[in-house]
């Protein structure tokens, strides 16, 4: 029985003494600890990225999309009527001719023996000029013959003065049907104007033409014209012939892409269009382009040239502005003001003045100092005197543009 009695104090017991002991252990561990190390936490402020602002000399450039349209077109047409007997084996569409290039012949039969008989009716009326000349010669002498003394008022049909005017008449009339009858001879021939390519043709050997109806058509090749529709303030830096400036207009480069590479022509603003487009109520101002079809490639040898309807670039150039700042767009906040991050690393907010819009980029000529660092990062809920700072300390940042 005392057996029995040990073991339930000892199964009671145990519990408590492990209670015991751990409660002493964590009382020793409580009273020998160490404080932890207090880190005291700094506010770094938000991660942006910025550009030095550096003033600079900008060339101001518009830019703009045109489509390429010939200077000169015109619609062949004969003066004459006939069949055709020779055709040139490059007028057909594409084909390019050169000045006083023979485009087709016309039979010339007809048109000569016209000539020839115009020739002999002058040769007879030559003859009865001076058969008239000679009367009125002979008729003054036997005037003489009779006392009567020339006086100038002499009867005009004593002396033939109307027959001798009316073969002065017909004589003048042979010589203009000898003329006309060189010129229609002449027209069989027709020929090129101007440097030109075959935009359509509608003729062939053996076809019988007529006066008066078209046959093809030719565009010059020595000049294109661009439209290009510009905004009302862009419009104020393009210089116009006439109108702005020094009677030179603004210069331009025309540019056609082809495999991610360009090819450039040189141009010029000739005029404004008196009005606007109907859709878009922008400006139009026309570029000129000499050698439309010349390869700009220096090394020759390529087939992109301006032609009739292509698509194209224009990049006006209209002068420089002098210690300006130029920014990437998204620099830009609300079309007029700038973010600095100042020496302290605060947000401040500034306004500027846009002196003009690019593609990418902006000018700025007011509000701003070099040196300053523009934040070009876009900040959620900004507000003045936020803390900032670069990847590389407060001092980083590169050239603005």
């Given at each position: 029985m005392h057996q029995a009695l040990r073991k339930i104090i000892f199964r009671a017991g145990l519990p408590i003494l492990i209670i015991a002991v751990g409660f002493v252990i964590m009382k020793t561990?409580?009273?020998?600890?160490?404080?932890?190390?207090?880190?005291?936490?700094?506010?770094?402020?938000i991660l942006v990225e910025t550009k030095v602002a550096k003033p600079a000399d900008c060339p101001v450039k518009v830019q703009g999309t045109g489509i390429v349209r010939p200077r000169k077109i015109i619609d062949i047409v004969p003066q004459v009527s006939g069949k055709v007997i020779s055709v040139a084996p490059d007028f057909v569409q594409g084909g390019m001719f050169r000045?006083?290039?023979e485009l087709f012949l016309i039979e010339p039969v007809d048109y000569e023996l016209a000539l020839e008989t115009a020739r002999a009716q002058l040769a007879r009326a030559e003859l009865n000029l001076d058969i008239e000349k000679t009367r009125g010669d002979i008729a003054l002498k036997e005037w003489k013959n009779l006392d009567k003394k020339p006086s100038g008022t002499e009867p005009p049909l004593v002396l033939r003065k109307p027959q001798l005017r009316e073969a002065q008449a017909a004589f003048a009339a042979a010589r203009a049907a000898v003329r006309q009858a060189e010129i229609n001879l002449d027209r069989t021939r027709i020929r090129a104007p101007f440097n030109a390519v075959v935009k359509a043709e509608n003729i062939d050997k053996g076809q019988y033409v007529r006066q008066g109806v078209k046959v093809g058509t030719l565009t010059g090749t020595d000049i294109a014209e661009i439209v290009v529709p510009v905004s009302l303030e862009d419009l104020e830096w393009i210089k116009v012939p006439g109108i702005s400036g020094d009677g030179h207009g603004s210069a331009?480069?025309?540019?056609?892409?082809?495999?991610?590479?360009?090819?450039?022509?040189?141009?010029?603003?000739?005029?404004?269009?008196?009005?606007?487009?109907?859709?878009?109520?922008?400006?139009?101002?026309?570029?000129?382009?000499?050698?439309p079809f010349r390869c700009p490639d220096a090394g020759g040898g390529c087939n992109i040239?301006?032609?009739?309807?292509?698509?194209?670039?224009?990049?006006?150039?209209?002068?420089i502005l002098h210690g300006v700042y130029v920014l990437k767009r998204k620099a830009l906040r609300d079309n007029d003001t700038v973010w600095i991050m100042d020496k302290t690393g605060r947000l401040r907010i500034r306004k500027v003045h846009v002196a003009h819009y690019q593609q990418d980029t902006v000018i700025i000529d007011k509000g701003l100092q070099p040196g300053e660092q523009v934040v070009l990062t876009s900040i959620p809920g900004a507000a003045e005197g936020m803390l900032l700072r670069t990847a590389s300390g407060p001092d980083a940042g590169g050239d603005a543009r």
């Open positions: 561990l409580i009273h020998n600890r160490k404080a932890p190390h207090k880190i005291k936490r700094t506010v770094q402020g000045k006083g290039q331009a480069v025309v540019t056609v892409s082809s495999r991610n590479r360009g090819y450039h022509w040189k141009g010029a603003v000739v005029r404004l269009l008196g009005d606007v487009a109907p859709k878009s109520r922008m400006s139009r101002v026309v570029v000129d382009v000499h050698n040239r301006l032609a009739d309807g292509l698509f194209v670039d224009v990049d006006f150039v209209c002068g």
